[in-house]
């Protein structure tokens, strides 16, 4: 750039801390604002409060070399980009709540000619009913002297660095001076193609690939549950179902976890509840999931003496330390409401501050249990080393509900959700 540009991101969270730091490494000022005070110590000490590769190092570098600085709140910038979370309230309509109260945090320092970004995942319309209202309120002309855009964030955690800049991206303004002026912003970050259309078409889009993959993940699930019904291997059947060449059935598994799969359907439901069919059975398919595989390690130790269950893995995917709406802990819930189960839980990328919940290392939760269920896909748990499983639990039974153990021992029954249930006795500790 010609000029050095200010950044302002709103929010140092899973989206807005690595979006912050990609942004001062291509040559922008950055602050980042946060409401927590412990966040903005830590990322002006140039560390990470969340687990994603590179980030750390990234960070680290443009916080030296003063790039990128953290504050309590938004200051003077060129581009604002906000970047809060939109949970769901228990009726499941969206929260916008850090979202207009990012918008309201703007309005002190905002000048003519500034450029406002939501990245934050909203419902349809809403740029156009709920962000653009509290601006012009304030006395600002969008699309004379403030544009206005949504650019929603796509990305996969475990590869935010990379695909922040590879991704393509889609920018939708509230009018058309605003869609080329957000463009032209996320040009100097993305060496994807950046896709001009309008704020509620950027808005739907987003909750749509998202919602796509939600369904196909429900019709797998229920397939599950067809399997288990008539004694089929659902995941034979689909093995060989993919093998046409207009198939792609996804995996099952004990739910849908992530801010984005659990809960950008729920913003499509909510302004089209009776269009909106499938997407709401998908939904409910795979919120009950949890409560599915736990009746089924219920069923399983059933008549075992002080049945101990050990539970490996509580993020809700591999590799990460991301437990936000992860299946793991509602199967985690589940079970323990059962006061007969003793229920013990290993996860070696989950902090035990981060979830109130006694951890365990490997051997310890394993020690003389009577069920052990891998929840989520982290790498260590495909190499559990058969012997070592096998000394130790008292009835060799092991649910795989991610179908990634690669292992094998003769002592050992090892099911995948949507296999034929086993027989399983129990037999003595060999250690």
Known sequence: METEQRCCVVGLGYIGLPT????????????GADVDPHVVAVVNDGRVHIEEPGLAELLQ?????GRLQAALAPEPADV????????????QRANLDYVEEAVHSLLPVLSPGNMVIVESTVPPRTMDDRVAPILTAAGWRIGEDLYLAHCPERVLPGRILHELSHNHRIVGGVDPVSTKKAARVYRTVVQGEV??????????????????????????NELVRVSDRLGIDAWEVIRLANQHPRVNLHQPGPGVGGHCLAVDPYFITEKAPDEALLIRTARKINSSMPAYVANWVKEMVKGRTAPKVALFGLAYKGNVDDIRESPALAVWEELSRDKELQVVVHDPFVEEEKVAIPLMEADEAMQDADCLVILTDH???????GNRIAERMRTPWILD???ILQTDHPQLV????GTPRAVVSPVGSAH
């Open 20 to 31: 912050a730091a990609v942004f001062a490494d291509r040559g922008w000022k950055v602050i």
């Open 61 to 65: 570098r443009q916080v030296k070399r």
């Open 80 to 91: 604002f980009i906000i970047a809060v979370p939109t949970p769901i309230h228990p009726d």
């Open 195 to 220: 896709m001009e259309t309008e704020a509620i078409t950027a808005e739907m889009t987003k909750l749509m690939e998202n919602t796509y993959r939600d369904v196909n993940i429900a019709l797998a």
């Open 379 to 385: 790498e260590p748990f495909k190499y559990l080393e």
């Open 401 to 403: 509900t991610k179908g």
């Open 414 to 417: 090892i099911q995948r959700l």
